[in-house]
């Protein structure tokens, strides 16, 4: 069963305009971790943050966290054509068990 | 660094055959994970492993899925016989952390067509 829930499911922008995936989920966590797929190739980590931090930022990635509506937001500045790929939140929860991805969304920046 | 490697990249097999997948972990890191993930979906936990020891294999399909992790570092991961509900991406990914919730690095993942 995926946890986290990402919306939008697809996202089109032009090259130099801000990108914005949110992410749901459901139950307490300890962290949740952003990843990045670019077609027909493995997960790359992008950013974790931890239940206790609102925000965190690395390079043109901006995530923030809000536990009280359990849902994250991963932002990425000035897109490029580079950018284009699946983007994936994972919670980690706070019983331990396992990281659970959502179900991602696909972002294609246009040059 | 070497990364996470996988093979084969591809495999296309017959149903009823079976099937074989291999992974090596980034040196020095002792936990290693199993995930499917199908077209258009996230990835699936098959089964984690700390150290060579599998602590969570509860969403392994245990009646033709196995996998083992020699001396605590190289694994494989069998599907005997293989479904058509098996075409997939067999991802493998290692952490540093003990425990399920560390990063993860991801190979770039076995595809899988079972015709």
């Given at each position: 069963?995926?946890?986290?829930?990402?919306?939008p499911?697809a996202?089109s922008?032009?090259?130099?305009?801000?990108?914005?995936?949110?992410?749901?989920?459901?139950?307490?966590?300890?962290?949740?971790?952003?990843?990045?797929?670019?077609s027909?190739?493995?997960?790359?980590?992008?950013?974790?943050?931890?239940?206790?931090?609102?925000?965190?930022?690395?390079?043109?990635?901006?995530?923030?966290?809000?536990?009280?509506?359990?849902?994250?937001?991963?932002?990425i500045?000035?897109?490029?054509?580079?950018d284009?790929?699946?983007?994936?939140?994972?919670?980690?929860?706070?019983?331990?068990?396992?990281?659970?991805?959502?179900?991602?969304?696909?972002?294609?920046?246009?040059? | 660094?070497?990364?996470?490697?996988?093979?084969?990249?591809?495999?296309?097999?017959?149903?009823?055959?079976?099937?074989?997948?291999?992974?090596n972990?980034?040196?020095?890191?002792?936990?290693?994970?199993?995930?499917?993930?199908?077209?258009?979906?996230?990835?699936?936990?098959?089964?984690?492993?700390?150290?060579e020891?599998?602590?969570d294999?509860?969403?392994?399909?245990?009646?033709?899925?196995?996998?083992?992790?020699?001396?605590?570092?190289?694994?494989?991961?069998?599907?005997?016989?293989?479904?058509?509900?098996?075409?997939?991406?067999?991802?493998?990914?290692s952490?540093?952390?003990?425990?399920?919730?560390?990063?993860?690095?991801?190979?770039?993942?076995?595809r899988?067509?079972?015709?």
């Open positions: 069963s995926q946890q986290g829930e990402e919306d499911q996202l922008i032009q090259e130099g305009e801000n990108a914005t995936m949110n992410c749901s989920y459901k139950t307490s966590i300890n962290n949740l971790q952003w990843y990045r797929q670019n027909g190739r493995g997960l790359v980590h992008l950013i974790l943050i931890r239940s206790n931090e609102r925000e965190k930022h690395s390079g043109r990635l901006r995530v923030t966290l809000d536990t009280s509506k359990k849902s994250s937001s991963l932002l500045t000035a897109s490029r054509a580079a284009t790929a699946s983007y994936f939140c994972a919670t980690a929860e706070t019983s331990g068990s396992r990281l659970t991805f959502g179900e991602g969304t696909q972002l294609t920046v246009n040059p | 660094e070497a990364g996470v490697v996988q093979s084969p990249r591809y495999k296309i097999i017959e149903k009823k055959q079976p099937v074989a997948f291999w992974c972990p980034i040196s020095g890191h002792n936990t290693l994970y199993w995930y499917r993930q199908n077209l258009g979906q996230g990835p699936e936990l098959l089964i984690r492993y700390e150290n020891e599998a602590v294999d509860s969403q392994l399909p245990k009646d033709r899925f196995s996998a083992e992790r020699l001396k605590g570092v190289d694994s494989t991961l069998k599907i005997q016989p293989a479904e058509l509900g098996d075409s997939a991406v067999y991802l493998c990914a952490s540093l952390w003990l425990g399920p919730t560390g990063e993860l690095f991801f190979g770039e993942g076995s899988l067509t079972v015709l």
